[in-house]
């Protein structure tokens, strides 16, 4: 089943030139829903629940460094979220029916004001279109359009208190509908953090769609974090619970895996993974690989957080 919660977002082909959205706009029209779809989104009704087809044309999107953004087959179909399967491509298939709403995500520890947010209330911050690159520790790459809204927003909602140093995330726990939760050996639930700061940095976004679309199971629904300068893994999906903490927390792959990965995981091109070099990477859909960026390319942004740090050392 596809999600059918409404995205109150102004669709990409609303906020994006013209001329980039054409030969969306031409398959549209060719398949005669054109008129259709922008009536409903007006609608605040998803287009996917008119049966508009999947995006999976070239959409002439392109991040600010001109390269452009992967297609929604692409996106859709090669995945990270060991809930499901290790095999990438296995993880749409066995997504399909995680039943992404009614959603709610509870936000508490360190705050003065702890809220639990319903789907309907986190679509309800201002949203935006972020074409971003994603950067696996595995040394592949993609670049998503996504829309969702910055994480500040919802954490000065909360009220941190002064004590709060760190921002906990946590992914629903659901065996039954996630077939990889019963494997052993991982210390489920999947958990991430960040730092105050990086967490309230307006580059780190919760998303809730990508190419216009509500998010696809396979990538997180209903809501997962984005963080454009650290490895994938710490974009978490699917979450529950945010919670303000004092310590660092534990995260899933620092306990699983320590000398492997660090709390911080700052795409840096520097600092090889202890089985491969992370000075190259591959992006899906090109045949050379290409130079990996200090930060992902997001240094100009991001690099000040981390003033006087050694990132060798904290890696
Ligand atoms: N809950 C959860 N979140 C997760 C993962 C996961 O296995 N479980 N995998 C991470 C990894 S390793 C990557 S690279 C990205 C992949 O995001 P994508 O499938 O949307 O490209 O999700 C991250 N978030
Ligand atoms: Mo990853």
């Known amino acids: 089943m596809p999600n059918t919660y409404k995205i109150p977002a102004i669709p990409s082909s609303e906020i994006t030139p013209r001329e ?9 029209k060719a398949a005669g829903v054109l008129g259709a779809t922008a009536l409903l989104a007006a609608c605040g009704v998803a287009p ?17 460094l001109g390269d452009p953004a ?53 679509l309800n ?10 950067r696996c520790v595995e040394a592949w790459s993609m670049v998503i359009p996504w829309q969702g ?26 065996p039954e509908e996630m077939p990889g939760l019963n494997a052993p050996y991982y210390p489920w639930p999947y958990s991430e953090g960040l730092r105050l700061d990086e967490a309230l940095h307006p580059l780190t976004i919760l998303a809730t769609g990508l190419y216009g679309q509500a998010m696809p199971n396979q990538n997180g629904a209903p809501i997962r974090l984005v963080v454009p ?18 310590e660092e927390p534990a995260t899933l792959w620092s306990a699983i895996a320590p000398n492997e990965y660090g709390f911080y ?17 591959r992006r899906i859909g090109e045949f050379s690989r290409r130079e990996t960026l ?5 240094a100009e942004q991001v690099a000040g957080l981390y003033d006087g740090m050694d990132l060798a050392k904290y890696y």
């Open 20 to 28: 980039t959205y054409l030969s969306r706009r031409d398959f549209m």
């Open 48 to 64: 996917e629940a008119a049966g508009e087809p999947a995006v999976d044309v070239e959409s002439g999107l392109t991040d600010e």
């Open 70 to 122: 992967n297609t929604y087959e692409d996106i859709t179909n090669y995945n990270n979220y060991y809930e499901f399967t290790i095999d990438k491509q296995g993880v749409a298939g066995l997504a399909e029916n995680f039943k992404s709403t009614p959603w709610a995500v509870e936000v508490g520890g360190l705050v003065r004001t702890p809220k639990t947010f319903g789907l309907e209330d986190l």
């Open 125 to 134: 911050f201002p949203h935006e279109e972020r074409i971003y690159r994603l």
């Open 149 to 174: 809204f910055e994480l500040r927003h919802l954490l000065e909602a909360v009220e941190p208190m002064a004590s709060a140093k760190y921002v906990r995330f946590e992914t629903v726990y659901r």
């Open 229 to 246: 300068w650290k490895y994938g893994f710490k974009s978490i999906k699917s979450i529950v619970k945010i919670e303000l903490t004092e």
């Open 265 to 281: 995981a700052n795409v840096n091109p520097q600092v090889d993974h202890p089985r491969w070099s992370q000075a190259t990477e």
């Open 294 to 298: 200090m930060f992902n390319g997001y």
